[in-house]
Each structure stands twice: as structure tokens, then as C-alpha cells.
């Protein structure tokens, strides 16, 4: 009798041991945030071309604004300016499969990286006489001057031809 009662407990023991250290541990109280990590989430930029938003505009609309300035402002509507940015044109391009004798479309990539906050005059007019509609112009990696020392990277900004 007392040999099946060591047993019972020995395997009752194993068992509570076992369920205990599947149980989940509590988690960690939190820590309180510093002041400085608080102020930077309270700030957000969004980035314009001329007066849009990342959209889809009709081909007419992105001609008369090749040639207008980026302009980054925050949620206090300051403008910062723009010291760079990396510009990428999307153009499809047509070809005829030769597997399937059907004409298929590509997506040609080019781009440049500039210096300041507007297109070059040379990119400008070759796009004037080249976007058409399905096209893309992306304004990534847009660099602002937030203050004397301090610049900061912001959304980037995607006009898509209709």
C-alpha cells in the first residue's frame, strides 16, 4: 500500500512539474517611453508634386507639372526643402512573342538621382515628348534639411499616367 501511494505521488509530482513549466510567463511590466522617442512618432511628412499627392493623373495634368518643384511639408504644414532625390520613369514598352505570336508589354526602368528639388530641363522635355499612359514616375530616397544638422529621408511619391 505505501509502495502505491510513493508511486501515485512521485507520478503526481511529475505531472504538476511538467504543467508548470508549460505554463506561459507573465510578461514584463512596460517601460515608460523617453520624451524624445514620443516627440519624434508626432512627426510625419508627406511629400507634393506641384499641388499632388501620390495619384494617378491623366497624361495632360502630369505635362503641365514636369516642371514643378517637390515640396515636403510636415503635419504643422511647415515646407522643408529638398536637398535630393532619386527619380525612376516606368515605361512600357510593346514586343511581339515569339512563342505566341501575341504582342506582350514590358516595363523599361530608367532613372537618375538629383541634386535639389525638380526634375532636370533635359528630363523634363524628353518626358514631355515621350510618357504615355500606364506609365510611372517615382520620386524616391527624397532627402530633406529638417533643421542646420539634421536630414531626414521621406515618403517617396508615385504619379501613375492615365
Known sequence: MTKQ??????????????????????????????AAATADKKLAFRTTWGIYLSDSLPRPEVLKILDSALIVRDNKNIKYPVISFDFLYEAKEAFLNDTTSQVSFYTETTGDSFKGD???PLWSKRLKETIQKGEALIFSNIVI?????????VPELRISVR
Open 118 to 120: 525638380r526634375l532636370s
Open 5 to 34: 501511494l510513493l508511486i501515485t505521488l512521485t507520478l503526481f509530482a511529475g505531472i504538476t512539474t511538467s504543467a508548470a513549466a508549460q505554463s506561459k510567463p507573465k510578461p514584463a511590466a512596460r517601460t515608460a517611453k523617453p
Open 145 to 153: 534639411q529638417y533643421s542646420e544638422d539634421k536630414f531626414y529621408r
